[in-house]
Structures are given as structure tokens and as C-alpha cells.
């Protein structure tokens, strides 16, 4: 067949998922799709028998290239690195299941190699077979298969983790609150599990921890420390969203936009509180 404009943009949300989850960054993810795409208009008729299995693995190995040149460029970034958030308005239905954008998930992919992510996604999130998977990476079905395993190994358990209903977001907005404006952090630390996390991700732009925080103490200190420097957000200044499938917050102040994200435990209290302020990444995504 020839390469045709309906055929790849039927395919290239998928495309953009598949980027998206390799990277954890969206403009990356649209440089992948954009080259794939390019590709796709030089490619001979007698190698798209099955056009989907074609893009699929261009946009793969394209990742996996990216992924390998970024490595230098991420081991230099300053402090905890976050991916990029989803954002959606909760008035829309979620276009992605959770579990598979979930920042604890994303966050697991980091431990992975690029083939082990590679395997990883392809086979547990967007269901290819082995045969396309070994053709993809051009490794054996019994190397992919070694591969996954490795991969399911390092991120068990990452999407174990509960989504915060409006309730709970509820509860975390009167104990912020409680917070800033009477320096009262009880009502916070009642929210906390014992081994809360927190990873806050300014990039060396703006002020964040740099390190993830771990331990209910260690994140009251660093909240209590974001109360001294200044005045939180305006209410206007604060909205509602699902940021990668789990309920959040859109904030701005004089500095920039900042997106929050809240992860949950088993009984209802915050297990991860997750702070991407870095605005060099947040003003092409928050408008």
C-alpha cells in the first residue's frame, strides 16, 4: 500500500501514548510522531504490508534512541526529575486507563533500561505479540521474554496505588489551608501515611526539594518551609483536574504554574504528594 495521511493519522494517537510513556515528555513525545511520521511518507509500499506494526516500531526505536541521548542530559538535571503531566478537566471523560499514566508508574519505568521499557509497554499496555516485539528490537522472542520479566520485576507493585476521589482532595485543600494560614500543620500530618512520599521537581528554576522526601516528618518540614517564603495561591489562582488519571491541582503565582498530584493508600490517607513547578517545562503544557 501507499503511505497515506487517513492511515497514519488514524494511528497517531496511539503513536503519541506510546511516546509519551517511553519519554515522560510530552513535546518529545510529539518529535517522535512528527519524525515518525517523515518516515512514514519516504517508505517504500512493499514494507507497509501492515502499517500499524511499521509505525509501532519506528516510533519504538525512535524512542529508544531518545531515551539513550537523554540519559546525559537527565543525569544532569538538578533534583528529582518528574515526567511531564497529563492534564485533563474533570468535566471530560479520562482517555487513558490510570494505571498505565499514573506518575508512580511512570516514575517505575525510570528504573528500566530502554528495552525493558520497550518490552515492558509494547507487551503489558498495547498488547504486541512477541514475534512484532523480537522484530521490533531485533532480539529474540526468548531475549524479549527475559526482558519483560526483568521489567515486571523492577516496577511491581508501581500501580497498586489508589487515585484520590474528590473527598480526599477536599480534605487535603482544608488541611493546606489550616496551613497556611494559621501555620497549623495537624490537620496535614493527620492526612499522611507514616511513610508518605514527597518529590518536588523545580529543575534548578525554581525552589524544591533535592531529593525525594520520605517519612511524614521529612514532608512537614519542607510544606512548613514552602509556607515561610511567601503567600500560598490565590483561591482563583487554584483549579481542579485529573492530572494522569488521578485528581489534582493546576496552581499559579507570581512565579509560575505549579501541578500537583496526590497519590493515595489503601485507607484513604495521602501516600505521595507529587510538585512539578519547573516553569521551562510547565508553560508550554498549563496555558
Known amino acids: 500500500m501507499t503511505p ?4 497514519f493519522e488514524g494511528e497517531r494517537p496511539r503513536l503519541k501514548r506510546l511516546a509519551y510513556r517511553m519519554l515522560g515528555q510530552l513535546a518529545d513525545a510529539e518529535d517522535i510522531v512528527q519524525e515518525t511520521w517523515l518516515r512514514w511518507r519516504r517508505a517504500a509500499p512493499e514494507d507497509l504490508a501492515d502499517p500499524t506494526a511499521w509505525l509501532v516500531r519506528v516510533a519504538t526505536r525512535l524512542s529508544i534512541d531518545q531515551l539513550r541521548a537523554e540519559r546525559v542530559r537527565r543525569e544532569a538535571y538538578r533534583g528529582p526529575w518528574l515526567p511531564d503531566p497529563l492534564i485533563e478537566a474533570l468535566t471530560t471523560d479520562p482517555v487513558e ?7 508512580a508508574f511512570l516514575l517505575a519505568l525510570e528504573r528500566l533500561s530502554p528495552l525493558e521499557r520497550a518490552v515492558l509497554l509494547l507487551h503489558d499496555v498495547f498488547e504486541v505479540d512477541y514475534p512484532a516485539i523480537a522484530e521490533t528490537l531485533d532480539r ?3 531475549a524479549c521474554r527475559q526482558l519483560l520479566s526483568r ?3 523492577h516496577v511491581r507493585g508501581a500501580r497498586s496505588r489508589y487515585s484520590a ?4 482532595v477536599s480534605r487535603f485543600v482544608t488541611a493546606f489551608q489550616a496551613a497556611s494560614d494559621r501555620g497549623d500543620l495537624s490537620p496535614l500530618s493527620e492526612l499522611l501515611v507514616e511513610d508518605a512520599v514527597l518529590i518536588s521537581d523545580g529543575g534548578g528554576v525554581r525552589s524544591a526539594a533535592l531529593r525525594p522526601l520520605i517519612g511524614r516528618e521529612d514532608v512537614l518540614r519542607l510544606i512548613r518551609g514552602i509556607m515561610w517564603r511567601g503567600p500560598r495561591p490565590a483561591p482563583s489562582a487554584v483549579r481542579l483536574a485529573r492530572v494522569n488519571g488521578g485528581l489534582g491541582f493546576v496552581m499559579t ?8 498530584a496526590l497519590e493515595m493508600s489503601e485507607g484513604g490517607r495521602i501516600a505521595a504528594i507529587y510538585l512539578l513547578c519547573n ?3 510547565l508553560h508550554p503544557i498549563v496555558s
Open 279 to 281: 516553569p521551562e517545562r
Open 165 to 168: 476521589t474528590p473527598a480526599d
Open 4 to 7: 497515506s495521511d487517513e492511515v
Open 97 to 103: 486507563r490510570a494505571e498505565e499514566i499514573s506518575i
Open 253 to 260: 503565582d507570581a512565579k509560575g504554574p505549579m501541578v500537583l
Open 151 to 153: 521489567a515486571r520485576g
Open 140 to 142: 529474540s522472542e526468548a
